[in-house]
């Protein structure tokens, strides 16, 4: 499946890998617009739509499926080797992608995820969204309370108020359904047959108040990612990128330059 891309560059071109930014849960390319930008003062960069989000293609939902997306969309764009940033579910998406397709991947920086089953109330989350019942026509301030009815938090609020379709005739944009249908595994963490391993440079970046990266999953990072290293980023959960744009944006262009 050939996903949507966002593409940015800088005004003179060079030679080193380009950079594809992979977004989490409910989120779609441009959510991580702020990195991309500066990502793309230097570097080409692409950022991608993973499927059943943003303007990519609706399907059923799994880790491999995921991957080979974004292995035909970054070969289709001439984009490889690259170096692969993802997040939350995005981070998965990288990570299985670096271990079943190591050339196409020159480095990796994972935001707050491990290699490992990390359910943390997203399935019922998605459930609690299909529930929902939208009016005849919806503006912003509308929709945001009714995404109140089922989410706290204004931050992620905002996030899936991105997927909504406002206006007369509102609805998701995103593959709600499919999402909720493969909830499952977008929790877990497939079998990776053993002696595959991603032996280039991979950041792990997490969040000091984040359960989602924590010392129980120290070995399985070091069995597939040997040449890794593992940033805390302090008084931040599992939206770090968005909590603390700054300190993410240090840590992931010192790594880049890098390498």
């Given at each position: 499946?050939?996903?949507?891309?966002?593409?940015?560059?800088?005004?003179?071109?060079?030679?080193?890998?380009?950079?594809?930014?992979?977004?989490?849960?409910?989120?779609?390319?441009?959510?991580?617009?702020?990195?991309?930008?500066?990502?793309?003062?230097?570097?080409?960069?692409?950022?991608?739509?993973?499927?059943?989000?943003?303007?990519?293609?609706?399907?059923?939902?799994?880790?491999?499926?995921?991957?080979?997306?974004?292995?035909?969309?970054?070969?289709?764009?001439?984009?490889?080797?690259?170096?692969?940033?993802?997040?939350?579910?995005?981070?998965?998406?990288?990570?299985?992608?670096?271990?079943?397709?190591?050339?196409?991947?020159?480095?990796?920086?994972?935001?707050?995820?491990?290699?490992?089953?990390?359910?943390?109330?997203?399935?019922?989350?998605?459930?609690?969204?299909?529930?929902?019942?939208?009016?005849?026509?919806l503006d912003r301030a509308n929709a945001n309370n009714l995404l109140s009815t089922v989410v706290e938090s204004q931050q992620v609020r905002d996030l899936l108020l991105q997927n909504i379709?406002?206006?007369?005739?509102?609805?998701?944009?995103?593959?709600?359904?499919?999402?909720?249908?493969?909830?499952?595994?977008?929790?877990?963490?497939?079998?990776?047959?053993?002696?595959?391993?991603?032996?280039?440079?991979?950041?792990?970046?997490?969040?000091?108040?984040?359960?989602?990266?924590?010392?129980?999953?120290?070995?399985?990072?070091?069995?597939?990612?040997?040449?890794?290293?593992?940033?805390?980023?302090?008084?931040?959960?599992?939206?770090?990128?968005?909590?603390?744009?700054?300190?993410?944006?240090?840590?992931?262009?010192?790594f880049l330059d890098a390498y």
């Open positions: 499946m050939l996903l949507n891309v966002i593409e940015r560059k800088p005004e003179v071109e060079n030679s080193r890998p380009p950079v594809v930014f992979l977004h989490g849960l409910y989120g779609r390319a441009r959510n991580l617009g702020f990195f991309q930008r500066r990502i793309a003062e230097k570097r080409r960069t692409l950022a991608i739509d993973l499927r059943n989000h943003g303007d990519s293609p609706h399907g059923p939902g799994d880790y491999p499926a995921m991957a080979q997306d974004v292995a035909e969309t970054i070969i289709a764009h001439h984009a490889m080797p690259a170096a692969i940033i993802g997040h939350s579910m995005g981070g998965k998406v990288a990570m299985l992608l670096a271990v079943e397709h190591p050339e196409l991947v020159s480095s990796l920086v994972i935001g707050d995820m491990a290699p490992a089953r990390t359910g943390h109330g997203q399935g019922k989350l998605a459930l609690d969204l299909l529930q929902l019942k939208f009016p005849k026509r379709r406002l206006g007369d005739d509102p609805g998701w944009t995103m593959g709600l359904q499919e999402i909720a249908e493969s909830i499952v595994n977008i929790e877990n963490w497939p079998y990776v047959p053993e002696g595959h391993v991603y032996d280039g440079p991979v950041l792990f970046i997490r969040g000091e108040n984040s359960p989602y990266v924590s010392e129980k999953h120290f070995d399985i990072m070091k069995k597939l990612f040997p040449n890794h290293q593992l940033e805390t980023m302090r008084k931040v959960g599992h939206w770090l990128h968005a909590e603390d744009p700054e300190t993410f944006s240090s840590f992931l262009t010192t």
